[in-house]
């Protein structure tokens, strides 16, 4: 495949138009868009994409089962086709400056900054996981978290969850969907916090409670097999389904001073449809707007703010 050539080592103290933060799904679907509005973008990106830890990713339409980085290498010389620059670099900062232009200032970590007239941020979110041995380094194998992305490559498996909030016994129940075969280990969960309702959902869909604190996984020739417990106590499982923290990169926006919401899954901007924050020229697609942000809706997202954004400097420059 042929090697996209991105730009290194460039002085980028000039304007663009548009200046993306974020690489990833959202960022270059916003560039792809934005670059064939013949808009000069510019792609920062730190090269830490969410899904780096899964060999494929499922359910969008015509790249099922395609690898994460062989979808960003597409994404990256499809951007290029249309002359949008891509640099390898983190963005460290961030200021916009009052008056006429109202230009956004990215700052670099390589020690550059740039300036633009809109900017994207899709710098996405950071999953910490639970501090149960083998589950960090299992995550995107046999330790999964999300049963619309894996369920239908591990179905009728022994699935485990692991309780790490209220949110697990939800988990365990869609898991279900998935294997008739299910335990939920409730780990640090008082057993006592699960309701009725919890107990009853969780009987007729025929979810084993296992209460307990999980000492850590049982793992032979480089595959999960069970999951032990502090007491010694050993469950022969296949496919450990967790629900990592979530921690919202927002960052950049919250330096521009963007409204926040609270969600139980971190705190996001408050956006308009199109992913427009509460700061003048400021927008956001994929996980840095929303916890539940698949690739294929942050693709949707990167497109609708783009758009937004085209529309926006045109009518701008018309009322100027």
Request: hydrophobic fraction near 40%; charge should be negative; aromatic fraction near 4%.
């Amino acid at each position: 495949m042929e090697v996209v050539t991105v730009t290194q080592n460039k002085d980028l103290t000039e304007k663009y138009d548009v200046a993306v933060v974020g690489g990833g799904a959202a960022g270059l679907s916003a560039a792809l868009v934005l670059g064939r509005s013949r808009l000069r973008t510019l792609v920062v990106d730190a090269g830490e994409p969410r899904n780096a830890p899964s060999a494929h990713m499922q359910g969008y339409l015509t790249r099922d089962g395609m690898s994460p980085a062989e979808f960003l290498e597409l994404g990256r010389e499809e951007i290029a086709r249309y002359d949008v620059e891509l640099v390898r670099d983190r963005a460290v900062d961030v200021s916009r400056s009052e008056g006429a232009g109202e230009d956004i200032t990215v700052e670099l970590a390589g020690g550059r900054a740039v300036r633009a007239r809109r900017l994207v941020v899709t710098t996405g979110l950071e999953d910490e996981l639970p501090t149960v041995p083998g589950v960090t380094e299992r995550f995107g194998r046999d330790v999964l978290h999300c049963p619309f992305c894996h369920g239908w490559e591990v179905r009728d498996e022994r699935f485990g969850v692991l309780a790490a909030g209220p949110l697990s016994v939800h988990q365990a129940l869609m898991v279900s969907g998935w294997s008739d075969d299910v335990t939920l280990f409730l780990h640090t969960v008082p057993e006592e916090e699960l309701s009725d309702d919890d107990l009853r959902r969780l009987a007729a869909a025929g979810v084993e409670v296992v209460p307990g604190e999980v000492a850590g996984l049982r793992v032979e020739d480089d595959r999960l097999t069970g999951v032990r417990l502090t007491d010694g106590t050993e469950h022969d499982r296949s496919v450990m389904f967790v629900a990592p923290q979530a921690v919202p990169q927002t960052g950049l926006m919250e330096r521009l001073g963007a409204e926040l919401r609270e969600t139980p899954f971190g705190a996001y901007p408050v956006v308009d449809p199109t992913g427009r924050t509460t700061v003048p020229g400021v927008w956001t697609a994929g996980n840095a707007m929303g916890f539940g942000e698949q690739v294929v809706h942050a693709a949707s997202g990167g497109y609708r703010a783009a758009s937004a954004i085209v529309g926006d400097l045109i009518m701008s420059d018309l009322d100027a």
